[in-house]
Structure formats: C-alpha cells, structure tokens
C-alpha cells in the first residue's frame, strides 16, 4: 500500500510566486512526517520535519509545512520563491523501527 | 564537520558480476540505513542496523544483497551477480538515535550510482 503520495511530479512557477508541493499519506496510527530537498547532484537534505506539538512547522530558508490529520496531508508551502529553490523535493512518512518510506517526489523549476 | 560519505561515487559493471559499495556514517551516529532511489521514483528503504545488529530488512533486498556493520562503524552493501534491475543509486543514511526509539533525523550521503550493462 502506498504510504505517501506526491500528486505533482512536475511544478514550474515564475520567481517570486507562491508554490505549494502536495503530499497526502496513509497511515491509521502516528505518523511523523518529513520534506527532504535533493538539489541537482547533491544527497537529501532534511528541509523540515513533523513529530508532534504545533501542526505548522518551517524552514530556515522559508518553506513551511502543515500538518492536517482530517486531511492526511503535509504539504509544502513558499510564499515567494527563488532561483535557488529550484530542486526535487520528497516527502516521507516514518514508520516503525525508524525507517522512511519516500513519495516519488516533485521537481520544482522556478523560471526567471 | 564530516558528513556520511559513500565510495564509489560511480560504478558501471557488467551483468553477473559482483560489487560492494561502502558507507562512512558520521561518527558518533549508532544508526544506519540502506536506501535504493531508482529513476523518477524516491528512495526505497532496504535495511537498518543498529550498531553492527541488522534489525530489519526490507522484501527489496533479495538473497543476492547483503550488508554488514562489523563494528558498528561502517558499513558495506555487496550485490551478486547483479542484474540489469539492480541500475539505480544507493543511498546510505547515519542518524543518532537513542535505544528508546526516538524518532530520529536521518542525514544522507550522496549515493553510489550503479550501471549494470
């Protein structure tokens, strides 16, 4: 069964709009929640993570997640973006003895 | 601050022939991960271990894969006779995690391509 679900493979948007990357899960117990960023020819880097307490939870580098248990998401959210953010982002559910289970993940082009 | 470092970067071999990759966590991390990130899809999970203890191992990791973590330092990912479904990075991940089972953050190296021909 497939524990994490990125919808958009693909999102292009102009410099300095708005992006939301979408993320639904499937889980019927705690779930902790996870965005990592690959940026071209580099690993994963963890971008921001859910465990528990506030449902709204941000990056140094003004991403920003919500969780949402009525909705089984955790989507990512920039209200401006940057040349810079272009990258692929993966979302990912942790479940039990640690291990992550990935989305196929979405690559964001910002265009100039 | 050294990260976790994997060597080869890059291996290309032929169909049937064995190769072992290598996985350097950050030092003082107790856990380690195996992951396989094919084209267009995320990292899959394959295994974890805890020190050198290999406590799961995912259906992905057929009888041709093993991994071992002798002393609980690093860690070595050896493929048989490999297949051209084997193409992929592999991914290895450290994290610091307590025995309580504190959910930990899992810091990544930068993968080792393989190329089967």
């Known amino acids: 069964a497939q524990s994490v679900t990125q919808l958009d493979s693909q999102v292009p948007v102009f410099e300095e709009a708005p992006v939301e990357l979408r993320c639904n899960y499937s889980?019927?117990?705690?779930?902790?929640l996870f965005w990592y960023v690959q940026y071209p020819n580099q690993g994963l880097q963890l971008l921001l993570k859910y465990l528990s307490g506030s449902t709204l939870v941000e990056s140094i580098n003004g991403f920003e997640a919500e969780f949402n248990k009525s909705q089984t998401s955790f989507h990512l959210r920039k209200p401006s973006v940057h040349i810079s953010d272009t990258a692929e982002y993966f979302c990912?559910?942790?479940?039990?003895?640690?291990?992550?289970?990935f989305g196929t993940g979405t690559r964001l082009t910002v265009i100039p | 601050d050294t990260g976790v470092s994997q060597n080869p970067r890059h291996k290309i071999t032929k169909r049937g022939q064995n190769v072992t990759f290598r996985c350097d966590p950050i030092?003082?991390?107790?856990?380690l991960y195996w992951y396989r990130q094919t084209l267009g899809q995320g990292p899959e999970f394959l295994t974890y271990f805890q020190n050198e203890a290999q406590l799961e191992k995912s259906r992905l990791l057929s009888d041709r894969f093993s991994a071992e973590r002798p002393k609980g330092s690093f860690s070595t990912l050896e493929i048989q006779r490999t297949e051209q479904g084997d193409s992929a990075m592999y991914l290895c991940?450290?994290?610091?995690?307590?025995?309580?089972?504190?959910?930990?953050?899992?810091?990544f190296g930068p993968g080792t391509r393989l190329t089967v021909t």
């Open positions: 030092s003082e991390h107790n856990r």
């Open positions: 889980s019927s117990v705690s779930v902790y």
């Open positions: 990912a559910v942790m479940k039990g003895a640690n291990n992550l289970f």
């Open positions: 991940a450290s994290s610091n995690g307590a025995t309580s089972g504190r959910r930990d953050e899992q810091y």
